[in-house]
């Protein structure tokens, strides 16, 4: 390990830009050696003061931290001799922050004391601490000349959005492009709006086109899951799929390759019931899926206790996006929207339930509201778009096919719409 930590400070003196390769990466803390520990905090010294990173400079601060200055040169000397080219740097980089998770994996382990009554808060315990663990604090810094040059070439394509996923609902696509890595986007609907079914046709289009699907739906169960995905692909009512006991006509034929297209849908992974925050980013990491759906986000379960209802869900809100970002996925994530008088009131991102830190994390905030008292027509709105302009449509939903279909209509031509002034939220 002394070579490896004599070989990345050797990188540095040789070529001091490759300082910003590993600054948010590797900490004083990570080195077994005590005199290269003190080298490179003296060489995050000189970095963070702007100074030129020079032997000379390095020597300086090594003096005033009682190093004896007959040892200095000489191992400086050996860390430049050591190297053979500066692009080794990452290497040592890896060796070390490997070598320090491995030995702070082995000393939590150690100091674990395992108990049978508690075995599961420690098991959580520890994920929490693994988890911190695999993370690295390696931020990328590039030039925007870098960043330029690098994505050039990727603009005016023909597949310039061949990473985004389609929902299946083309106005809703055409504004904001699709899902995209990396990004949370929060549906949210007062109850009896119908996101539920909304983000299960989503799920179903996007299952139709072969990604893999990870949907934690913590409010119904599986029979209620299956019973609306059937209606829509059978045509047949919902209340008969829930209770009839004999077929009707066709409807044998039409339930049946119901089941055979829901049965080719094994990339699609639900997971139902009370679900604790920790597991579902142990079981994302685990099964790589292409889209994350959660329905809904005040039902999920905190690791840790909370002062106020809005404080746990703004911390569950930043680990989504934090785990959409770690994963380079896109998380959807559904929310409660605060009661009105009126149903058909729109509605606007202020009113998400314990909205906390929901209008800061997600870079698509979209808003489905009951058009008429019926429902039959719903308002679709996208009140935030991160990367894009906003938008509203109506969608006709049938509620006993569980299916939504995109109108012509404007909000406006609709029996019942009572418009409302619309907070400026800054974003």
């Given at each position: 390990m002394?070579?490896?930590e ?7 003196l040789?070529?001091?830009e ?24 003296c ?7 702007g100074?030129t990173?020079?032997?000379s ?5 090594l003096?005033?931290?009682r ?19 500066v ?15 491995t ?6 382990i150690?100091n674990?004391k395992?108990e ?10 520890l994920?929490?601490?693994l ?7 390696h931020n ?8 330029a ?9 023909d ?5 985004l ?18 990004e949370m ?8 709006a ?5 983000v ?16 934690f739906n913590?409010?119904?169960g599986?029979?209620q ?25 066709d409807?044998?034929?039409?339930f ?22 920790s ?9 790589k899926f ?11 379960v905190?690791?840790?206790t ?25 998380v ?20 998400l339930?314990e ?8 870079s ?6 009951n ?14 778009n991160?990367?894009?302009?906003t938008t509203k ?27 409302t ?7």
């Amino acid at each position: 390990m002394l070579n490896d930590e004599k070989g990345l400070i050797g990188c540095v003196l040789t070529d001091p830009e490759c300082m910003t390769q590993i600054y948010n990466r590797i900490r004083t803390e990570m080195f077994t050696n005590d005199f290269c520990q003190d080298i490179y905090g003296c060489l995050m010294t000189l970095y963070d003061n702007g100074e030129t990173i020079t032997v000379s400079e390095l020597s300086r601060l090594l003096e005033d931290s009682r190093r004896d200055k007959s040892e200095i040169a000489p191992f400086l000397l050996s860390c430049v001799e050591d190297v053979a080219s500066v692009v080794e740097i990452k290497g040592y980089a890896n060796a070390i922050e490997s070598e320090f998770k491995t030995k702070q994996i082995q000393k939590v382990i150690n100091n674990t004391k395992f108990e049978a009554k508690n075995i599961d808060s420690i098991i959580e315990d520890l994920q929490a601490t693994l988890e911190g663990l695999k993370k690295s604090n390696h931020n990328d810094v590039k030039t925007l000349s870098e960043i330029a040059e690098e994505n050039k070439d990727k603009c005016f394509k023909d597949d310039v959005d061949r990473d985004l996923i389609k929902t299946g609902f083309d106005k809703f696509d055409n504004c904001i492009g699709g899902f995209d890595k990396g990004e949370m986007i929060v549906i949210g609907a007062r109850p009896s709006a119908g996101k539920s079914a909304f983000v299960t046709q989503v799920i179903c289009n996007v299952a139709e086109k072969g990604l893999s699907v990870g949907y934690f739906n913590l409010e119904m169960g599986n029979k209620q899951i299956y019973h609306r995905v059937v209606a829509r692909y059978s045509g047949i009512d919902l209340s008969r799929v829930q209770h009839a006991r004999y077929f009707l006509q066709d409807e044998e034929e039409r339930f049946n390759k119901a089941n055979e297209k829901i049965k080719s849908f094994n990339n699609v992974t639900v997971l139902t019931g009370s679900c604790k925050l920790s597991e579902i980013k142990s079981e994302c990491r685990h099964r790589k899926f292409g889209l994350i759906v959660i329905d809904y986000l005040q039902l999920i379960v905190p690791t840790r206790t909370f002062d106020s209802k809005a404080a746990e869900v703004g911390e569950i809100s930043k680990q989504l996006k934090a785990l959409a970002m770690e994963l380079q996925v896109p998380v959807v994530a559904l929310s409660q929207m605060n009661r009105k008088v009126r149903s058909t009131d729109e509605p606007t991102m202020s009113e998400l339930r314990e909205s906390g830190n929901i209008e800061q994390d997600a870079s698509i905030i979209a808003l489905l509201w009951n058009l008429d008292d019926k429902g039959t027509h719903k308002g679709l709105k996208v009140d935030k778009n991160r990367q894009g302009t906003t938008t509203k449509e109506v969608l006709r939903f049938e509620g006993s096919l569980m299916t939504f279909t995109e109108t012509d209509l404007a909000v406006e031509q609709v029996q019942g719409f009572k418009e409302t002034v619309e907070e400026e939220i800054p974003f």
